[in-house]
């Protein structure tokens, strides 16, 4: 689920860098233009360095045992690029709340039929609801040593029919 989070991340930083608000062709407002751009990008690598890392790590770990300090890495990792996605979310949510209201603004004026807002905040968005999505599923992920209880059951009636 690290490679989830890894596209959320990128999405992100991808968002930053398309317009938040535009006024036609001529007039545009880039996130990175904005302090909340700034601090959405920085939030945005370092969650995509967090999930390049625990995808590294994962295919790193797939070949050897699963250990409980994996997991518990594996946890501390959901949970923070849960949280950052959390962060971001709410920064592009009040950020696409106070576009839309300049965007209301200006359509009493001259510019308000071409005033709208621009696709960066929607990616910035989106991408934060899919690293919250590949952080939670690294969470809710079983560690790999452990079975479930179908696969625990058909194993052991197979102990059972090869002893017979």
Same mark, same amino acid.
């Given at each position: 689920m690290f490679g989830v989070a890894l596209f959320g991340g990128i999405l992100t930083v991808v968002g930053v860098f398309l317009p938040w608000m535009q006024v036609g062709a001529l007039l545009v407002n880039r996130g990175i233009d904005n302090p909340d751009g700034a601090i959405a990008l920085g939030i945005g690598i370092g969650a995509c360095a967090l999930a390049l890392f625990g995808l590294l790590r994962a295919m790193q770990r797939r070949s050897a045992r699963s250990s409980g300090r994996t997991f518990r890495f594996r946890t501390l990792l959901g949970i923070a690029l849960i949280l950052a996605a959390i962060v971001l979310f709410i920064? %592009?949510?009040? +950020? &696409?709340? +106070?576009v839309q209201s300049r965007v209301a603004d200006a359509g009493e004026t001259v510019f308000g039929d071409v005033a709208s807002v621009g696709? %960066? &905040?929607?990616?910035l968005l989106v991408g934060a609801v899919v690293l919250g999505i590949g952080g939670l599923g690294s969470l809710l992920r079983r560690p790999e040593g452990q079975r479930g209880s179908n696969e625990l059951e058909a194993s052991v009636e197979e102990e059972e029919h090869v002893g017979q």
């Open positions: 920064t %592009g949510f009040i +950020d &696409l709340r +106070d696709s %960066g &905040l929607y990616m």
